[in-house]
């Protein structure tokens, strides 16, 4: 590094007592200059290749530092708010901290996600403010006060425990996670808040802060879900719906590029898309958390206020069942050098056709998904895909014929081909059940015909 | 429903007008008593069966009902804390909200994730308390005070922006998602609450505020930890190292009865555990979760301080990939009708043979992770395994043989069990690869010698 041509600026230190900023210059630098001893700290390496993979992330997809940019927005909006003082004071003074920390817990990357923590948060917030209330009220009107802490330590052991366990009951666990959560935090708080004081009268203590607490909950809520769903809003349903037609085509990506391989007709560009279908295995867990926040999304673009997001997670569960198979497929492609070049000619132009056929209808499905259009070819393209494994099915047929002698060693050398075969008209006969599948998603999503060209 | 046996209280509206609680009592009840009038409607239906499945859930693992009374012991602990008026006043009386909320949202299931979330909060709260403070002081010391809402506005936006657009960076988003929350959170809080009292000595003012909510924080924060972490542990290590161990064997049932069934040899409740492997293929993502959080989590029982949790994450990827296979296996099981009774009887013992020994190894992988000791004999199993998969070829070669006629019909027949096995040994293959990771993992985790016996 120390006698690499520099083109810059570098601050050299030369007797160990002056610092020298030197000029730009073109040089062959023989000294240790301060950048080259930062350019070789790990620190500094470390800190470089993190800012450089924080810069590709962002540029990959812009609309996370527009998300970075959203939460400024709103949490600036929010603190404005409150500096100017009148608004401040009308709007419960000492509880402008609500506001502000609703926004950084509610506002999420998509819009149905910030729908979901702020509906949760305003109704649980309503429903244990009143709840708690109620208690407080009836807590105090126990004789001698005597009762009181007991009622309410009781009451709060009872709820936390139930609410904490229903957080482990699926239903609840995917609509209303955090609601339980926010529900056992507004009735400690409003209890805890209201042993405070003892002088003012006990409900209208109460009323105050449960008040404050609600309206500052809203008023940030509401501010969230305006800046999230006007300001470029990201839709867990746009998000899904794209996921999901890009996912077949992956597939399909994958299917070809494998195939070809095999009867080594592939080039470079092929290569990679082999390893296509591995996003597909990977991504069961954000089509289901999509699927649940996009059902709390409003009616938008081509999606129905009753858009049925659940056929996506169950479209997305037979795509991964065709991606287990394709994914045998590509581990027995090593297997190809064992079977005689001559037997793997006479099947490589029904395979080939095959995988183009499954291939096409994948496509046709994945136009068929992100248009929500029926589509007019999908009928013969199955068809087509049909007489492939048909014609296929008689070419293995046929093999025995091309053998010269029916020796056992040239039979075993067809089993590696015989297998890929296999697994290749399984694969299309998964790709059959995803035609099914996004067929039941178009009639219940009532998808428009295809217009006659 | 109206004329059954009915034993118990019943209460029956007999003439609209005046309600009878009746006696316990047995009789054919003719009336529509009450109880029968709930059983029929369609709330208290499902308000049963919601109920029916929270009690199976807790029966199934009774750890989740102790979850939910150690969140309900900690808020107790924390409220009574704060009902106590002297200790109350010390510890920042107002931000007494401070710390139930710390309790409400730091306690999770686990005790990693607990440590996960309450160091980060205590470590973003300290860094983000310090920063907002030195930020209002420098705003403070401006000429005038004209630049000071502008110069918080600006950090406040600048450091919201930058931070949540980080927590899109991998590494930031396994270890600190949600100090990074907390970040934001803190820092608004801080400047939103400076902002409320210019009567005071701004830098009096601040220390209070973020000293307050410090102290707070960590006080609610120790108190999740040690609650979690004494309290009837769930430690995510032990978790996830029963997970993986657990998800081996289901891989062994799978297969064993996968092929016994093949072979019409299965009975009922080999056919039950058929559907195993799908419970490999779904833990991807909580393999992940618990093996981050598992990394808090202090040394206790069998695991040291730097046990090497990311290889279980690893093996669980090396058991996913022969759950796909053993996918595709189980789908080829309908094929096996279309394999003559003879051919099939001259391959059962041999795959009978291939299945046994892999699930014996299998067996011996998840005994070795769940004790980590070293296996003595997991080198002979392999063997075993290499053997069987050595005779089941030997029997494919001799297919030939069999066949009375190398007829083309009859050669279509034996596709199907060709198929199977090719998939048969591809699966021992990938337990083979299982065996190297799990050798790694060993030398990695510094397993125990096992004992000559």
């Known amino acids: 590094m120390a006698s690499k041509t520099v083109f810059g600026w570098s601050i050299a230190i030369a007797d160990n007592k002056s610092l020298q900023i030197l000029e730009p210059h073109k040089h062959e630098s023989k000294s ?70 609703t926004v950084v ?16 948060r305003i109704g649980a917030t309503l429903l244990a403010g009143c709840l708690a209330a109620s208690v407080c009220v009836v807590a105090k009107k126990t004789p001698g006060h005597r009762f009181e802490p007991v009622i309410m330590g009781v009451s709060l052991f009872v709820i936390s425990a139930v609410v904490t366990f229903s957080r482990f ?5 995917a609509r209303h996670d955090y609601g339980c959560m926010i529900f056992i935090l507004t009735y400690g708080l409003v209890l805890v808040s209201w042993y405070d004081d003892h002088d003012v009268h006990p409900v209208i203590q109460l009323i105050i802060v449960t008040n404050e607490r609600i309206s500052t909950i809203i008023f940030g809520s509401c501010l969230c879900i305006i800046v999230s769903m006007f300001v470029f809003p990201v839709w ?14 992956k597939l399909a990506n994958s299917l ?3 195939v070809s391989e095999y009867f080594s007709e592939s080039d470079e560009e092929s290569k990679k898309k082999l390893e296509d279908y591995k996003r597909v295995l990977n991504s069961k867990a954000s089509e289901e958390s999509m699927s649940t926040f996009a059902r709390w999304e409003p009616a938008y673009g081509k999606f129905s206020f009753r858009h049925p997001w659940k056929m996506y997670v169950k479209i997305g569960a037979s795509l991964r069942s065709c991606a287990y198979c394709i994914e045998t497929l590509v581990s027995r492609m090593d297997s190809k050098t064992q079977v005689p070049e001559t037997i793997r000619n006479h099947v490589s132009t029904s395979c080939l056709r095959l995988s183009s056929c499954s291939s096409d209808v994948l496509r046709e499905l994945s136009t068929t998904v992100s248009s929500m259009t029926q589509s007019t070819q999908m009928d013969s393209a199955v068809k087509e895909m049909e007489k492939a494994i048909h014609a296929l099915r008689n070419d293995v047929e046929s093999l025995p014929d091309l053998m010269q002698s029916h020796t056992n060693d040239e039979l075993l050398k067809v089993i590696p081909l015989v297998t890929f075969i296999s697994l290749l008209i399984e694969i299309a006969s998964r790709i059959g059940n995803v035609v099914k599948v996004v067929e039941e998603f178009a009639e219940v999503a009532k998808f428009k015909q295809a217009k006659d060209e």
């Open 236 to 249: 867990a349903g746009t998000e899904l719906h794209n996921l999901i037609s890009s996912n077949i085509n």
């Open 105 to 120: 817990v509610v506002f999420e990357y998509t819009a149905g996600a910030t729908l979901y923590k702020g509906l949760n």
């Open 32 to 101: 240790m200059g301060l950048c080259d001893i930062l350019a070789v700290n790990p620190l500094v390496i470390r800190v470089k290749r993190f800012l450089k993979k924080a810069w590709d992330i962002g540029v990959d997809d812009p609309r996370r530092m527009i998300h970075g940019f959203k939460v400024a927005l709103a949490m600036t909006l929010i603190s404005t708010f409150y500096y100017i003082k009148p608004l401040y004071d009308s709007f419960g003074g000492n509880n402008a901290v609500w506001a502000v920390m």
């Open 256 to 258: 070809e590029s494998c």
């Open 169 to 173: 009951i699926p239903e609840v666990k």
